[in-house]
């Protein structure tokens, strides 16, 4: 059993930068693949990072390439998402989830994933 929680939400201007962390529990944390997901109000839920379990690897939708990168602390149980240049339309609810499989195309699929947290509001003002 795996268990998120995450934080670092929060209300900034366009153009400012926040960090989310997701905390989590459980021995085998550090073999899973993690992602970040957003979603808005009247919309799906949206792939928008994963890294792989060793951190390696990671994947970016590209609307946050360049902007967003997502890592990983084994030792602390933490995945980090470091949000820059940020716009009004990454306004969302984001939540990170835990995956047994490793990364690979099939990690932007959120009906894959095993564990989910309970989110975080973000909010960018123009």
């Known amino acids: 059993q795996v268990q998120l929680v995450e934080s670092g939400g929060g209300l900034v201007q366009a153009g400012g930068s926040l960090r989310l962390s997701c905390a989590a529990s459980?021995?085998?944390?550090?073999?899973?693949?993690m992602g970040w997901f957003r979603q808005a109000p009247g919309k799906e839920r949206e792939f928008v990072a994963a890294i792989s379990w060793s951190g390696g690897v990671t994947d970016y939708v590209d609307s946050v390439k360049g902007r967003f990168t997502i890592s990983r602390d084994r030792a602390k149980n933490t995945v980090y998402l470091q949000m820059n240049s940020l716009k009004p339309e990454d306004t969302a609810v984001y939540y990170c989830?835990?995956?047994?499989?490793?990364?690979?195309?099939?990690?932007?699929?959120?009906?894959?994933?095993?564990?989910w947290g309970q989110g975080t509001q973000v909010t960018v003002s123009s």
């Open positions: 989830a835990a995956d047994r499989a490793g990364i690979g195309s099939q990690s932007r699929l959120p009906n894959l994933y095993d564990y």
């Open positions: 459980g021995r085998t944390f550090s073999m899973y693949t």
